[in-house]
C-alpha cells in the first residue's frame, strides 16, 4: 500500500491570501486525486491531478481557484487561491495504480478567517 | 455529484451485534471501495471488490457486491466500540479522458455502544 503525507496538516489563513497544500507519495503512482471534505459530510472530488500536464477539473471547481500541479509521480500540489471562510474545510489528497485500491493521506484542516 | 448513495445515514448498535450498511451506485463501474474515517482524521482504506466479484472478506469485514442491482452492502461483525466512525463506499467512474475518477457515497455514521 502507499503511504501519503500532506503538509500542512492544519491552518488558519487570512480572507484573500493563497495556502498552497503538498501531497507525497512514497511510491509511484498512476492517479492522483483531490478531494474538499465539509464537516459532517462525504468527500467531493475537485479534480485529478495529471502528472505533466493540466489537472481536469469537477464541476464547480476551477484552475484559478484551485490550481494544481503535479510535476511527478509521486508528488502534487493543491492551492486554494483567495479564500474565503467559505473555504474552510478539510483538503485531502489520494493516491494509486490504476483502478487498484487508492489510499489516502491525513488530509488538511483549513480554516480561513 | 455524489455517484453513491448509502443507507442508513446513521446506524446505533450494541458491542458484539453485526453492522450492515448498503451502498447503491448509478453507472457501471470497475470496482468498489469502502473506507472508514474515525473523526476528523483521514480515510482508511478497507476493501476493494472488483466488478467480477460478488463477494470478499478481510476479518470481521463482509463486502458483496451486486452489480445487477448495481449495490454493494458492507457488513461489520461482532462489532466493537473502536469501530465507531464513518464508513463511505466509492465507486470508480470513467473519464472522457480514457481514466477514471473515484465518486464517494453519502456514508453511514456507525456508533458503537459498549
Known amino acids: 500500500s502507499a503511504v501519503i503525507s500532506q503538509k500542512p496538516s492544519r491552518d488558519i489563513c487570512q480572507r484573500g491570501t493563497s495556502l498552497t497544500i503538498q501531497c507525497q507519495v512514497d511510491?509511484?503512482?498512476?492517479?492522483m486525486f483531490w478531494y474538499r471534505q465539509q464537516p459532517g459530510q462525504s468527500l467531493t472530488l475537485i479534480a485529478t491531478?495529471?502528472?505533466?500536464?493540466?489537472?481536469?477539473?469537477e464541476s464547480g471547481f476551477v484552475i484559478d481557484k484551485f490550481p494544481i500541479s503535479r510535476p511527478n509521480l509521486t508528488f502534487s500540489t493543491l492551492t486554494v487561491s483567495n479564500m474565503s471562510p467559505e473555504d474552510s474545510s478539510i483538503y485531502l489528497c489520494?493516491?494509486?495504480?490504476?483502478?487498484?485500491?487508492?489510499?489516502f493521506g491525513p488530509g488538511t484542516r483549513l480554516t480561513v478567517l | 455529484s455524489q455517484q453513491g448513495e448509502e443507507d442508513p445515514q446513521a446506524l446505533s448498535i450494541q458491542e458484539g451485534e453485526n453492522a450492515t450498511m448498503n451502498c447503491s451506485y448509478k453507472?457501471?463501474?470497475?470496482?468498489l471501495q469502502w473506507y472508514r474515517q474515525n473523526s476528523g482524521r483521514g480515510l482508511v482504506h478497507l476493501i476493494l471488490?472488483?466488478?467480477?466479484?460478488r463477494e470478499k472478506h478481510s476479518g470481521r469485514l463482509r463486502v458483496t457486491l451486486d452489480t445487477s442491482k448495481k449495490s454493494s452492502s458492507l457488513l461489520i461483525t461482532a462489532s466493537r466500540a473502536a469501530d465507531t466512525a464513518s464508513y463511505f463506499c466509492?465507486?470508480?467512474?470513467?473519464?472522457?479522458?480514457?481514466?477514471?475518477?473515484?465518486?464517494f457515497g453519502t456514508g453511514t455514521r456507525l456508533k458503537v455502544l459498549a
Open positions: 489520494s493516491a494509486g495504480l490504476l483502478y487498484n485500491e487508492q489510499f
Open positions: 511510491s509511484q503512482v498512476t492517479m
Open positions: 491531478a495529471n502528472q505533466g500536464s493540466e489537472a481536469t477539473y
Open positions: 453507472t457501471s463501474i470497475n470496482n
Open positions: 471488490i472488483r466488478s467480477n466479484e
Open positions: 466509492a465507486t470508480d467512474e470513467d473519464t472522457t479522458s480514457g481514466t477514471y475518477k473515484y465518486i
